[in-house]
């Protein structure tokens, strides 16, 4: 902030019936104020320079909140090769940042320890919507698929322009099982596997 030194004068006059006056002018010296300012320890920057030396005191809080279920259950009845209905999860999502959704440590089928995979296979996708799990609206970004270990690595991105004002979204996570003739007796099949969120 720069400083003035400042030397009050006061004068007074009369003129016929009128009431004296008094009137405060302010008149000040360069070198007075250089001196004054010095003598005071008192930053002689004008104003600009110190905006543009001024660091940002805006503070920037990220929020970021997923919240759902991503796991599933197919039951299985009777013998032979088929194909499940697409079964889904709606994941409720709030960011004021951009996120990135990617897939992770998929595996195919298993059956205790051993491999399932000669009794079938598990399609996934995933996709980003706005809105609210009751409310699903206009695709945001994907879908992305992929079978067994083939949806590892598959990512959806949103970017800062398409976060909406009120930061809602929904992950639309799905899975399709498929089976073969070799799928037949009583077997556990399990798929797992990661969706890991990265704050971009």
Do not use: C
């Not at 079964?87 to 205790?112: D, H, Q, W, Y």
């Amino acid at each position: 902030m720069l400083h003035f030194a400042a030397l009050a004068i006061l004068t007074a006059t009369s003129r016929g019936a009128q009431r004296p006056f008094a009137q405060r002018a302010f008149l000040y010296d360069p070198a007075q104020i250089q001196a004054w300012n010095r003598a005071n320890h008192i930053n002689t920057l004008g104003a600009d320079a110190q905006s543009r030396n001024k660091k940002p005191s805006q503070s920037y809080v990220t929020h970021v909140s997923v919240s759902g279920n991503f796991g599933g259950v197919f039951n299985v009845t009777g013998i032979g090769s088929a194909t499940s209905q697409v079964e889904s999860n709606a994941i409720a999502v709030n960011t004021n940042r951009p996120i990135t959704f990617t897939a992770n440590s998929f595996k195919p089928l298993m059956v205790g320890n051993s491999s399932g995979s000669v009794m079938g296979s598990i399609t996934y996708s995933m996709a980003l919507y706005q809105g609210t799990p009751s409310h699903i609206g206009s695709l945001v970004s994907g879908p992305v698929s992929g079978t067994d270990s083939g949806f590892s690595g598959q990512s959806l991105t949103l970017v800062e322009t398409q976060i909406p004002t009120d930061g809602n979204l929904v992950l639309v996570f799905t899975r399709t099982l498929n089976l073969t003739e070799k799928a037949m007796g009583a077997y556990k099949l399990v798929g797992t596997g990661n969706i890991g969120v990265t704050i971009n």
